[in-house]
């Protein structure tokens, strides 16, 4: 099983990126995808999540109405597309599987495969 991230970058405040997470050696299609980031001298923190058909899904308060969590099984890839960027957006963006979860998961712990993250950097 394995998950990578790509699409990370340095982007101005008020600009746009779109992250990918590529699964490879499981069915997607029975999983939720959580992405999570985490700052420099913080702790890792949801972002947004969607549910294994793509019908659900959910999203941290700070980020609702700028991040879309989308999903194309037949690519095996979920995508977040973030717009009006922040500078305290700035972090490492990590997707993460939950197999066969019942509930959209905020939680790191409850997941079960990650991937290696991706840098995104937000300036002022």
């Known amino acids: 099983v394995q998950l990578v991230e790509s699409g990370g970058g340095l982007v101005q405040t008020g600009g746009s990126l779109t992250l990918s997470c590529a699964a490879s050696?499981?069915?997607?299609?029975?999983?939720?995808i959580g992405w999570f980031r985490q700052a420099p001298g913080k702790e890792r923190g949801f972002v947004a999540a969607?549910?294994?058909?793509?019908?659900?899904?959910y999203y941290a308060d700070s980020v609702k109405g700028r991040f879309t969590i989308s999903r194309d099984n037949a690519k095996n890839t979920v995508y977040l597309q973030m717009n009006s960027l922040k500078p305290e957006d700035t972090a490492v963006y990590y997707c993460?599987?939950?197999?066969?979860?019942?509930?959209?998961?905020?939680?790191?712990?409850?997941?079960?495969?990650w991937g290696q993250g991706t840098q995104v950097t937000v300036s002022s």
């Open positions: 050696g499981f069915t997607p299609n029975n999983y939720n």
């Open positions: 969607i549910n294994y058909s793509g019908a659900s899904t």
């Open positions: 993460a599987a939950d197999r066969y979860g019942v509930v959209l998961k905020t939680i790191g712990d409850e997941y079960d495969y």
